[in-house]
């Protein structure tokens, strides 16, 4: 069956502008994470929703990034006004119940920002 | 508190040995630890995983020690090949939370 999905898989962007990363999860998956990956480190947690509700999204690293699910499927990590330092691997996982704790992860959205 | 701290940060072992990757963690609320492995070009994918009340876990070639006391648990890859030459994560989940903290990593290389 099909996997994680995201989209796009490279986005380029200038400083100051706004993206927006799009994650579709394995159908009928009800947790869907996002995570940063820098090169050579481990994902990094942004945040996570179980079905439409964002449960934590503590690991957002300020109020320039927001996510949102609202039918609890397709999920939209935004940056808004975007930086050099936002330039990494954006990945998104889903697992099958809220508690199943096995997460699948997408291919990433690699962002360069210039 | 919340971080995993994972050695070594590579590492090279002949066809056939033993590649072993340790953790270590400080929060005692974590109760699920799984390894992922990651392919260049790939996302992680589960690999193997353990829980606290069990010190030893083993699918295949692949077997988890798990020291509580010591809050540190590791991975043990026997007769490692070439195709198992890829990076690996350890991680921690907390209790109710799904939050998880990622390890490192470390570079694995089998030479043949």
């Known amino acids: 069956g099909a996997g994680v999905s995201q989209s796009p898989r490279y986005k380029v962007t200038k400083r100051g502008q706004d993206v927006a990363l799009r994650c579709d999860p394995i159908?009928?998956?009800?947790?869907l994470y996002w995570y940063r990956q820098a090169l050579g480190q481990g994902p990094e947690f942004l945040t996570y929703f179980n079905y439409e509700a964002q449960q934590d999204k503590s690991g957002l690293p300020n109020d320039r990034f927001s996510a949102e699910r609202p039918e609890g499927s397709i999920s939209t990590l935004t940056i808004q006004r975007t930086e050099q330092r936002d330039s990494a691997m954006y990945r998104c996982?889903?697992?099958?119940?809220?508690?199943?704790?096995?997460?699948?992860f997408g291919p990433g959205t690699r962002l360069t920002v210039t | 508190q919340q971080q995993v701290k994972q050695s070594p940060q590579s590492l090279i072992v002949q066809k056939g040995g033993i590649s072993i990757i340790n953790c270590a963690y400080e929060n005692t609320a974590f109760d699920y630890f799984p390894w992922y492995q990651q392919f260049p070009g790939k996302g992680p994918a589960l690999l193997i995983a353990i829980r606290p009340d069990v010190s030893e876990k083993k699918e295949g070639r692949f077997t988890i020690s798990f020291n509580k006391s010591a809050k540190q648990f590791s991975l043990h890859i026997m007769d490692s090949q070439p195709g198992d030459s890829a990076t690996y994560f350890c991680a921690a989940q907390d209790t109710g939370g799904f939050k998880t903290i990622f390890g490192a990593g470390t570079r694995l290389f089998v030479k043949a």
């Open positions: 159908s009928g998956h009800v947790s």
């Open positions: 996982a889903s697992s099958l119940r809220t508690d199943s704790y096995e997460q699948y």
